[in-house]
């Protein structure tokens, strides 16, 4: 029903930048309805919610990238971005998009489990 795409990941020398993209196509027609967010692994590692934004386009962070992270979308195109400024080596991870939790916001608990998923993109900060 809800199919999500990463795009924008790759390699960056620390102190760069980075924008990944999330193409969103939902059959339901109810893009825009939900919220969104971006959450990241390094294996061997709990995920990590980096940042969410509600349908009103609230947004939220992880204290780790607050000041750096921006969470954004483009309800025409369908798309949701994360512009990643100031990037440091321990922001290497799979990147995940995903949609629809019963709750938005970046806390632990089913409650915050996203519905839908892409297949990552993988982000490699080197110092």
């Known amino acids: ?3 999500l795409a990463e795009s924008g990941g790759g390699s960056v020398q620390a102190g760069g930048s980075l924008r990944l993209s999330c ?3 939902d059959a339901r027609g109810a893009y825009g309805r939900y919220c969104m967010g ?3 692994q390094v294996p061997g590692k709990d995920r990590e919610g980096v940042a969410a934004i509600d ?3 609230t947004t939220s962070y992880a204290d780790s990238v607050k000041g750096r992270f921006t969470i954004s979308k483009d309800n025409a195109k369908t798309t949701l971005y994360l512009h990643m400024d100031s990037l ?3 922001d290497s991870a799979m990147y995940y998009c995903a949609a629809d939790p019963p709750l ?3 806390g632990p608990g089913s ?3 996203y519905n839908y998923w892409g297949q990552g ?3 490699t900060v080197s110092s």
């Open 23 to 25: 193409t969103v196509s």
């Open 1 to 3: 029903q809800v199919h």
């Open 88 to 90: 440091k080596p321990e």
């Open 38 to 40: 971006w959450v990241r």
């Open 104 to 106: 938005c916001g970046l």
């Open 111 to 113: 409650l915050y489990e």
């Open 55 to 57: 349908h009103t386009g």
């Open 121 to 123: 993109t993988q982000v």
